[in-house]
């Protein structure tokens, strides 16, 4: 099943965490901060920095192992009496501590009429101020903060940001004195992060956030199973003429029922089946778009002719991208396949039922095997901490996010996930389930920091059936080289090249520029920054 988050097991994990550069241009401190020389983040400097020395804390042995590939472990069952993890709060004698982080969930009450809120300031001990903002808010919301320089003790921070490294450093903790190599061990929960997941953390040569870990998987290609079966169509295409043959079966328009609605995400699946790079190539030295491959150019025009065969939902032009309408298609039966985080299929199994849920593993387009599948950032966000509050302080904030950071089979994890027994949650089939309320008084810490991402608890088969897809994909992953990397143009510019791409995608597909328009595109989008991102990467990894 999709990581335990939230107060639910199926709580959205897979989102977007947005740019500043879509909310405009920089605030005069980021000019401020870039004039700096000493400021610059020198590639040199990450590529000699020491990352937290990876220590793993299993505190209850899974039902099915992670492996070293990436793939997760799963749990049938939760512990039901599980020990504390810490023998004092972290907090205790620091007094209040003030935090804002964006949150993809509901906003809950305020701490005077929240159980949930109330056991989280007990178990930290202290008051704990947080700020909510909503996901797609929280970037200009961050960028007035750091412009009026009052700043919460931890906040969220946005990924990219203009001037990333100079801000990093004006503004927030150098955290490498305390999680460089071994020195994490003293912050246990923070050193069981898996080293994918600090990788983004690097600023002028040294440790400056702390992950929101995530699995490195990224977006599965889900279905619908039991539609699949029902019409005898093939559920373990080989190759890509089966996998369009799997589309043509599934879909029946007098039936209101098509393969697929999102033209960005087959894009996206098809440029792994051909064997396209995740992002960038770096094979011949230098980082070079997967917008300038020709894979992803024939993987456009094979989009253009799903559509024009009628594979697609009617509304695909204004639906793709957007969760809400792709998701309701998917469980109403509407559309048959879906491109979505993995975690999506937790969402998907509590709503329509697990039986009916299952994911495809792409293969490659003239067979001969499992496609190389994109990895993501194994990272959702950064969480930084303010400077200049002093060694104690500092300290104990870190040792409040290894208290979020503890795994399952502590006491802490299950009062941050759950809340409190018998108002927040109870317990069925060995596994706590929200209230009603519990769903309401959910503050969703694990836009912070958290442990590991894990499968289940759930049912066996559940979780059996979705470890063996995380395992089978895992083998197999291709990762994008320009994760942990900076580049100032993409966080200055990256939403405006960005709609360059998105744009002519949609053009090209629904027929209203023919496929040759996507050369233009492509000069058009070097010339307008993306050549000098592709030259800002080289320099940061070389």
Known sequence: MAPVTGSGLSRRTFVAAGSLAAAGAAVPLLSSCSTSPAAKDASAANARAKLPTYTPVTVVRPDLPGTDAGAMPGYFSYPRNPKPAFATPPLAGIGDVSIIYPTYSAVPPKPSDNAFWQ??????????????????DYPTKFQTLIAGGDLPDVMGFPVPTPSQPQVMQKLFADLGPYLAGDAAKDFPYLANIQTESWKTTLANGTIYAVPQPRALANHALLARADIIEQLGANPGPKNFQEFLQLMK???????????????????????????????????????????????????????????????????????TAQYTPLRDYFTSGRTVMNSDGYAAWDIYGQQIGYDKVTALVEPKHDGGGDA????????????????????????????????????????????????????????????PVATSRGARELVDVQYITDAPTILGPGQKAEVTRQHAWHVRIADNLIRNPAVGHYSDTNSRKGA??????????????????PLSHWDDVVKQWRAAGGDKMAAEYTESAS
Not at 119 to 135: E, V
Not at 268 to 286: F, I, R
Not at 506 to 512: E, K, N, S, Y
Request: glycine fraction near 12%; charged fraction near 25%.
């Open 249 to 319: 079966d599934v879909t029946d328009a007098k039936s209101s029922r098509w393969a697929f609605a999102n033209v960005y995400g087959m894009v996206e699946h098809l440029q792994m089946m051909l064997g396209a790079p995740n992002t960038w190539d770096t094979s011949g030295g230098k980082f070079v778009s997967t917008w300038t491959d020709e894979r992803t150019k024939q993987a456009l025009g094979l989009v253009r002719d799903m559509i024009k065969q009628g594979l697609f939902h009617p509304d695909a032009a204004s639906a």
């Open 372 to 431: 190389k599948h994109f990895a993501g950032t194994g990272s959702q966000g950064l969480t930084v901490i303010r400077k200049g509050l002093g060694e104690k302080k500092t300290r104990a904030l870190l040792n409040f996010l290894s208290w979020l950071c503890a795994p399952i089979g502590t006491l802490e994890h299950l009062q941050r996930k759950f809340g409190v027994e018998g108002v927040d949650y109870t317990w069925k089939d060995g596994r």
């Open 496 to 513: 405006q090249l960005k709609k360059i791409t998105d744009d002519a995608q949609l053009d090209i597909a629904f027929g209203r520029r």
């Open 119 to 136: 056991q989280l300031d007990k178990g930290a001990g202290a008051k704990l101020n947080i700020t909510l903002a909503t996901g797609g």
